[in-house]
């Protein structure tokens, strides 16, 4: 039998330990970035929330007074909303200038955050009916805020939240906060892969067992037990993400500026 030299032998241990880790932090593979649609011309072209409820996908427009359009994934067809009831119940959940912001659907109830950070709350889609709204900034100081986007794991809500204050590290401005649906308390707070300061828009989704999370040009895993980044991305197309959706076989992403497009993972 070979006796390796003690050496070689720390070598071998140091490959292995490199490669074991690369592994683990490899994340998924991704496909192709593909572009497939843009919203609709008869609306602004600001998309600020993206979700998918099983069948469609939604996008909410910056302020657009509620208003929302729906994507059919097989067929690329959009459907624009036209019901001054349902505008009424997202703008009363969305806050400031009845502007909303994220959104996601959480078992028939649709939750929305509002665009500029002081309230968020569900509806039920049965009749329209707001069911709950917490109300309440994250910081009561100077300089405006932002709910960007907004994911449900389960268990827990999670919303992307920025913070204008450029004299402060984006590690305390560009956070993930962790929601208990129940009574709308933060009961964890991470810092997000930081982006541009002074753009707010981001994107979340959760995947049935991550969080992806997209800024600038960068998308990233997350894992939801720590907050910690599994995994980052480059995707260079991208400029301006506000909303991340998955349908259960893919990545959507939306751009505020209204383009819209698929990602493999």
Same mark, same amino acid.
């Given at each position: 039998?070979?006796?390796?030299?003690?050496?070689?032998?720390?070598?071998?241990?140091?490959?292995?330990?490199?490669?074991?880790?690369?592994?683990?932090?490899?994340?998924?593979?991704?496909?192709?970035?593909?572009?497939?649609?843009?919203?609709?011309?008869?609306?602004?072209?600001?998309?600020?929330?993206?979700?998918?409820?099983?069948?469609?996908?939604?996008?909410?427009?910056?302020?657009?007074?509620?208003?929302?359009?729906?994507?059919?994934?097989?067929?690329?067809?959009?459907?624009?909303?036209?019901?001054?009831?349902?505008?009424?119940?997202?703008?009363?959940?969305?806050?400031?200038?009845?502007?909303?912001?994220?959104?996601?659907?959480?078992?028939?109830?649709?939750?929305?955050?509002?665009?500029?950070?002081?309230?968020?709350?569900?509806?039920?889609?049965?009749?329209?009916?707001?069911?709950?709204?917490?109300?309440?900034?994250?910081?009561?100081?100077?300089?405006?805020?932002?709910?960007?986007?907004?994911?449900?794991?389960?268990?827990?809500?999670?919303?992307?939240?920025? @913070?204008?204050?450029?004299? !402060?590290?984006?590690?305390?401005?560009?956070? &993930?906060?962790? /929601? +208990? %649906?129940?009574? #709308?308390? *933060?009961?964890?707070?991470?810092?997000?892969?930081?982006?541009?300061?002074?753009?707010?828009?981001?994107?979340?989704? @959760?995947?049935?067992?991550? !969080?992806?999370?997209?800024?600038?040009?960068? &998308?990233?895993? /997350? +894992? %939801?037990?720590? #907050?910690? *980044?599994?995994?980052?991305?480059?995707?260079?197309?991208?400029?301006?993400?506000?909303?991340?959706?998955?349908?259960?076989?893919?990545?959507?992403?939306?751009?505020?500026?209204?383009?819209?497009?698929?990602?493999?993972?």
């Amino acid at each position: 039998m070979e006796v390796l030299p003690m050496r070689k032998l720390l070598l071998i241990c140091v490959f292995t330990l490199l490669t074991t880790c690369a592994t683990a932090n490899a994340g998924p593979t991704l496909g192709e970035l593909e572009l497939v649609t843009q919203l609709p011309a008869e609306l602004p072209q600001r998309i600020i929330g993206f979700a998918y409820d099983g069948e469609k996908l939604w996008a909410t427009i910056y302020l657009g007074r509620g208003q929302y359009a729906t994507l059919d994934p097989s067929t690329l067809k959009w459907t624009l909303s036209d019901e001054k009831k349902q505008h009424e119940a997202i703008m009363k959940v969305s806050g400031s200038f009845a502007s909303p912001g994220g959104l996601c659907f959480v078992n028939g109830k649709l939750w929305v955050v509002g665009a500029y950070g002081d309230s968020f709350g569900s509806i039920d889609m049965s009749d329209w009916k707001v069911e709950h709204i917490f109300k309440g900034k994250q910081r009561e100081s100077f300089g405006s805020q932002m709910y960007t986007s907004m994911a449900y794991d389960g268990n827990n809500l999670w919303i992307a939240w920025h @913070w204008f204050r450029y004299d !402060l590290p984006t590690s305390e401005t560009q956070l &993930l906060l962790k /929601i +208990d %649906p129940e009574n #709308g308390k *933060v009961v964890g707070k991470y810092p997000l892969p930081s982006g541009t300061s002074n753009d707010g828009t981001h994107a979340l989704t @959760w995947d049935g067992s991550r !969080l992806w999370h997209a800024k600038d040009n960068k &998308l990233s895993t /997350i +894992d %939801p037990a720590t #907050g910690r *980044v599994t995994a980052i991305y480059t995707l260079n197309d991208l400029k301006r993400p506000s909303g991340l959706a998955w349908d259960g076989h893919a990545l959507w992403i939306a751009e505020f500026d209204g383009k819209i497009w698929r990602l493999q993972v």
